[in-house]
């Protein structure tokens, strides 16, 4: 059938998911078992003269009150889901000659945690995008205003041009040669065979120079002679200390950047904005703010992608995917950004440490998208610049695609350069709406967020895209204490953001949905489910010992209610999780997981936000490791979990571990010197409890008492969590 040459076809669409009213009825039911439990503690108070209990009764029941308000709020999350598709094809079509010009901002930080190797595989996985080059722009923000940095990505640049008609020519996927390189065997196409090992020994040389380089510790004379760029080195004496480094290092106005086989290349720049001691430097919000200014006279493109030094791109065809949601005629106007998930190459079979994130993001993400439009992540996301630079919703927004800069005709690039630098410098945004209204906000360790947020309460909708083949491809924590201090970082960001003037509720206020308003408040109060978290799992066992009961007998039909509670949740999680490509075993690793970080990192992350909201200390970011050496590298793969470091969240694990572990076999002894069938009946789902946890702890008794590697629980630990154990049996009962 013929096309009517005027008919509309959408760039993309939208589909709700299958099987709602089943789930809502699922979750009525919940609901009413919810409801009675409430109803149960509630008339079942311990009341009268002398008994004890009764505080922690009330206790335990202000934490399942917690716990349900969590669950009824995550509802928002899982409601109306809906999936996105693109077509590419009529984006070609309709706009081939008139593509928008995409920035890439990559942001690093530190050459130790975040090696030079690792981020120019990014840099160059960003300029084989299939895209018209003359068309993209990358720019590396370096934080650690790294002269290795710098050389590598020299190096890059003069790589590129080998590399870049090579991925073109056999659309090379991943585009990171290091991801490439090291990926199976790859079939290769006889005209491919040759250039494939040319290429892979102009990599492999690159590679070993750039390591030498970086274990010296400073790049070749030869190199710093040949490069002008070495010299502003020359007055750098610190990382938090130093003028702005601005150097174009493939300038894509000059018909001299081109590759091997004469077609042009990306833009390139190198940036490391001015830091002094005096001045905050806001983190990646600072970087990402002067990469916006900069780019702003270089290239400025309508679009910009912005992604992690680590998270490198696995699909050529993401901009173009993301393109589609900004172009389509009739359903763009709204939308300001379109986030992919993060993906991780360094998963192990059963990902010990749930660093997949399998729930959020192959369920919740999609019913946040449902919502409105699920949070901005700080990586793998598209903006568009005008919105990013605080631009409000107005009726009839139309975003005209065509680019201006300011370069002006015949100026050299060096005196371009100098103009260009001075938005760079720490001074920039004082007194300014820089980090309040314009860009990335400051103040907010979740930085990412809160700037969604404000996005979504400019009256902006966004876009969640997952598409089969994953987009941007990153490292995951490989320990547990790496694992566990993120978690923190963000459970804290979020809290703050609650408390703060951007919280949902105040700033969502007419602004935003009310479902919206839950989907983001859900994620804000991570830190809070932390204390009844860990009151659960310490209270209960302890009483299991001391001989109170705190639930309903086995005979009584209150135990019905809790254990609707505990079989349909626990069968309706794990029913999720294998819908979304789940095994048993890591979903059982990711309970635990779950478990640990409410135990620690939300615990924590709830104190020290107490801490910072009332003035004691300040905002900080602790920068996740990339590396780590070859022993834990090896423990990794074989799953064994890595203690190791002596830190006070690794101290709460092991006394929660030893404690369960206390009362149960207490709790068994006592049966089995007085058995009688009533202390059964009572104590049932105190045991059950106990065990459970017991259970989700293995790791930890095998890190305590059974293993000799460096990964094990360190034995000042252990001490220390027999005295907490200790203190805890002999604490007063209310
Ligand atoms: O002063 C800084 C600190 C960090 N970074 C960069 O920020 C990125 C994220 O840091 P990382 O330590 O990898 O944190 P993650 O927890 O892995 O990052 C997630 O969470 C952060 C917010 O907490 C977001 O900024 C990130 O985009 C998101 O991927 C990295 O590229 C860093 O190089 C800077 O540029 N400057
Ligand atoms: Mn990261």
Not at 82 to 98: G, M
Not at 439 to 449: A, F, K, L, N
Not at 629 to 650: A, C, H
């Amino acid at each position: 059938m013929a096309i009517a040459k005027d008919e509309y076809l959408p760039l993309f669409e939208t589909k709700e998911a299958k099987g709602r009213v089943a789930y809502r009825l699922f979750a009525v039911s919940m609901l009413l078992a919810i409801c009675m439990v409430v109803v149960y503690r509630v008339k079942h108070v311990p009341t009268g003269e002398g008994t004890q209990g009764r505080w922690v009764w009330i206790g335990i029941f202000v934490a399942e009150l917690w716990f349900s308000l969590s669950w009824f709020i995550q509802q928002s999350l899982r409601w109306n889901p809906v999936y996105r598709y693109t077509f590419k094809d009529r984006l070609s079509h309709r706009y081939e000659k008139e593509l928008p010009g995409v920035d890439i901002f990559i942001c690093t930080a530190d050459p130790q945690v975040e090696p030079p190797i690792m981020v120019i595989n990014t840099v160059l996985s960003m300029m084989a995008y299939d895209y018209p080059p003359e068309k993209l722009s990358v720019y590396l923000s370096d934080d650690g205003g790294s002269e290795l940095m710098f050389y590598a990505m020299l190096e890059a640049a003069r790589f590129s041009k080998h590399w870049l008609p090579f991925c073109k020519q056999f659309k090379v996927e991943p585009p990171s040669p290091a991801a490439y390189f090291s990926g199976q065997s790859h079939p290769l196409h006889p005209d491919m065979a040759k250039h494939y090992s040319s290429i892979k020994t102009l990599y492999k040389e690159m590679e070993n120079r750039i390591k030498i380089v970086t274990e010296v510790g400073r790049a070749p004379e030869e190199i710093r002679m040949e490069h002008k760029g070495f010299l502003e080195w020359d007055t750098v004496s610190s990382p938090r200390d130093h003028q702005t480094i601005l150097e174009i290092l493939i300038d894509g106005k000059d018909s001299n950047a081109v590759d091997m086989e004469g077609q042009p290349l990306p833009t390139l720049v190198y940036m490391a904005r001015e830091k002094r001691p005096q001045y905050h430097h806001y983190f990646k919000a600072g970087a990402m703010n002067a990469l916006i200014r900069v780019s702003s006279k270089i290239s400025n493109s309508p679009i910009i992608l912005n992604v992690d030094c680590d998270m490198y791109s696995n699909n050529l065809d993401s901009v173009r995917d993301a393109l589609c949601f900004f172009m389509d005629e009739k359903k763009s106007h709204k939308i300001a950004f379109v986030q992919y998930p993060q993906s991780f190459n360094n998963i192990t079979k059963n990902d010990l440490y749930g660093n997949y994130l399998r729930v959020n993001y192959e369920v919740e993400f999609f019913g946040m998208d449902g919502c409105g439009g699920t949070l901005y992540i700080g990586t793998g996301c598209f903006h568009r610049r005008d919105i990013l630079c605080g631009r409000k919703y107005t009726e009839g927004y139309k975003r005209d695609w065509k680019i201006e800069n300011d370069r002006i005709a015949g100026e050299s690039l060096i005196a371009f350069v100098e103009r260009v630098k001075g938005l760079a410098d720490c001074t920039y945004d004082e007194n300014t709406q820089w980090g309040k209204e314009m860009g990335i906000m400051y103040g907010c360790p979740v930085e990412d967020v809160i700037t969604g947020l404000r996005i979504h309460c400019r009256g902006w909708k966004s876009v969640y895209f997952n598409p089969a083949k994953a987009s941007f491809v990153g490292v995951a924590p490989m320990t547990l204490d790496q694992g566990l201090v993120q978690h923190k970082r963000w459970s804290e960001g979020h809290l703050q953001l609650f408390l703060s003037r951007n919280c949902p509720f105040w700033q969502g206020h007419g602004m935003i949905n009310i479902g919206h308003q839950l989907a983001y408040v859900y994620h804000d109060l991570w830190a809070t489910y932390g204390p009844p978290a860990v009151y659960y799992m310490v209270i209960p066992p302890l009483f299991l010992l001391k001989g109170i009961p705190l639930f309903p007998k086995i005979s009584s039909p209150w135990l019905l209610p809790f254990a609707y509670l505990i079989i349909a949740n626990s069968t309706y999680s794990l029913a999720e999780y294998l819908c979304c490509g789940g095994s048993l075993q890591s979903w059982w690793n990711d309970k635990r997981i779950w478990i640990y970080r409410r135990a620690t990192s939300y615990l924590f992350g709830t104190v020290e936000t107490m801490l910072k909201v009332s003035g004691f200390t300040k905002s900080a970011f602790v920068i996740t490791a990339k590396v780590v050496d070859e022993d834990v590298m090896k423990r990794y793969e074989q799953e064994i979990m890595e203690f190791g470091t002596n830190s006070p969240m690794l101290s709460v694990l092991t006394t929660i571990a030893l404690l369960n572990l206390f009362c149960m076999f207490g709790a068994i002894t006592r049966f089995f010197l007085h058995p009688c069938t009533d202390d059964f009946e009572t104590w049932s789902l105190q045991i059950l409890l106990c065990t459970l946890v017991v259970a989700i702890n293995l790791p930890i008794y095998q890190g305590l008492f059974f293993r000799k590697d460096n990964g094990r629980i360190p034995s000042s630990i252990l001490s220390k969590s027999i005295v907490l154990v200790v203190i805890a049996f002999m604490l007063p009962i209310y």
